[in-house]
């Protein structure tokens, strides 16, 4: 029985409350899309006992029409400051959204609503059937031109820039390159265009050879290359048998069998470590 009393008294104090809450608006009729409503509602508390998580969100659209931008308290009273973001086919009568509210003590209080006007901008001829809803935005078309531009800019800078490293990298920077450097990539040229000629790789290995001794380098003078260029030294087997071979092809009667073009850049590219070294 107490039990029952109780729930009484507390929906009878919860509806005392929510009769004791009243609205005003600022204005009730005028209004166009755009405006602002500002909706004073009196309360029987003071603000400051309100749950403000029940309080309306902000930054939000209630209802099709009002957008809700601010709620300021002040004693006794909340301030709801509406945007009307919605226009009627025709002017008609409006109304704000009612909220429901809680204090700290868990009592309800409910904002009644309140009636305004809203007037359109249609022209009063025009039918409201007939009228092509549009969105609340409507997206410009961009203009990209500057972009396409910057972009052909860019694209003109890199193909130049590519061309400019090409022409350092495979004709003007090989002249500055040190012997087996040169060696190495020339015979890569070869290799890229299908043409792994031995002889041609095997005149290359010598000018890098000459080059690096300062002379003329033949196979019963291979102490000028080892004093010359002492970096080449564990290289030794390698090199004296590229030399024999090399005698045997081009001067003796019953050539040894000579180096192929793999084994050939296989020793550049060893020179190359090592002059990298020196």
Same mark, same amino acid.
């Given at each position: 029985?107490?039990?029952?009393?109780?729930?009484?008294?507390?929906?009878?104090?919860?509806?005392?409350? $929510?009769?004791?809450?009243?609205?005003?608006?600022?204005r009730?009729?005028?209004?166009?899309?755009?405006?602002?409503?500002?909706?004073?509602?009196?309360l029987p508390?003071?603000?400051? +006992?309100?749950?403000?998580?029940?309080?309306?969100?902000? +930054?939000?659209?209630?209802?099709?029409?009002? @957008?809700?931008?601010?709620?300021?308290?002040?004693?006794?009273?909340?301030?709801?400051?509406?945007?009307?973001?919605?226009?009627? $086919?025709?002017?008609?009568?409006?109304?704000?959204?009612?909220?429901t509210?809680?204090?700290?003590?868990?009592?309800?209080?409910?904002?009644?609503s309140?009636?305004f006007?809203?007037?359109?901008?249609l022209?009063?001829?025009d039918?409201?059937?007939?009228?092509?809803?549009?969105?609340?935005?409507?997206?410009?078309?961009?203009d990209?031109?500057?972009?396409h531009k910057?972009?052909?800019?860019?694209?003109?800078?890199?193909?130049?820039?590519?061309?400019?490293?090409?022409?350092?990298?495979?004709?003007?920077?090989?002249?500055?390159?040190?012997?087996?450097?040169?060696?190495?990539?020339?015979?890569?040229?070869?290799?890229?265009?299908?043409?792994?000629?031995?002889?041609?790789?095997?005149?290359?290995?010598?000018?890098?050879?000459?080059?690096?001794?300062?002379?003329?380098?033949?196979?019963?003078?291979?102490?000028?290359?080892?004093?010359?260029?002492?970096?080449?030294?564990?290289?030794?087997?390698?090199?004296?048998?590229? @030399?024999?071979?090399?005698?045997?092809h @081009?001067?003796?009667?019953?050539?040894?069998?000579?180096?192929?073009?793999?084994s050939?850049?296989?020793?550049?590219?060893?020179?190359?470590?090592?002059?990298?070294?020196?």
């Amino acid at each position: 029985m107490r039990r029952l009393i109780l729930i009484i008294s507390f929906i009878f104090s919860s509806q005392l409350m $929510a009769e004791e809450v009243t609205i005003k608006l600022d204005r009730s009729w005028g209004l166009l899309i755009g405006d602002q409503i500002i909706a004073s509602v009196n309360l029987p508390v003071n603000a400051s +006992e309100l749950d403000q998580d029940s309080l309306p969100q902000l +930054e939000k659209r209630h209802g099709p029409w009002l @957008y809700l931008q601010e709620v300021a308290a002040t004693g006794e009273q909340l301030q709801l400051h509406y945007l009307l973001v919605n226009v009627p $086919a025709e002017t008609r009568q409006l109304e704000t959204p009612t909220h429901t509210l809680r204090t700290s003590q868990g009592d309800l209080l409910t904002i009644p609503s309140a009636s305004f006007s809203a007037g359109s901008f249609l022209n009063a001829t025009d039918d409201a059937a007939t009228v092509t809803l549009r969105g609340d935005h409507q997206l410009l078309a961009a203009d990209f031109s500057p972009l396409h531009k910057k972009l052909t800019y860019a694209t003109l800078v890199a193909l130049l820039t590519t061309l400019i490293w090409l022409i350092w990298h495979i004709g003007l920077r090989p002249g500055k390159r040190l012997p087996f450097a040169k060696a190495v990539f020339s015979m890569n040229k070869l290799r890229w265009f299908g043409h792994k000629d031995v002889d041609s790789a095997t005149r290359v290995m010598h000018h890098a050879f000459n080059e690096s001794a300062g002379t003329v380098v033949i196979y019963s003078q291979l102490q000028h290359l080892w004093d010359s260029c002492p970096w080449l030294v564990d290289l030794q087997p390698e090199i004296t048998r590229f @030399y024999q071979q090399s005698a045997s092809h @081009y001067f003796s009667r019953n050539p040894m069998q000579s180096a192929d073009f793999d084994s050939l850049i296989k020793l550049a590219r060893a020179c190359r470590a090592r002059e990298k070294m020196a």
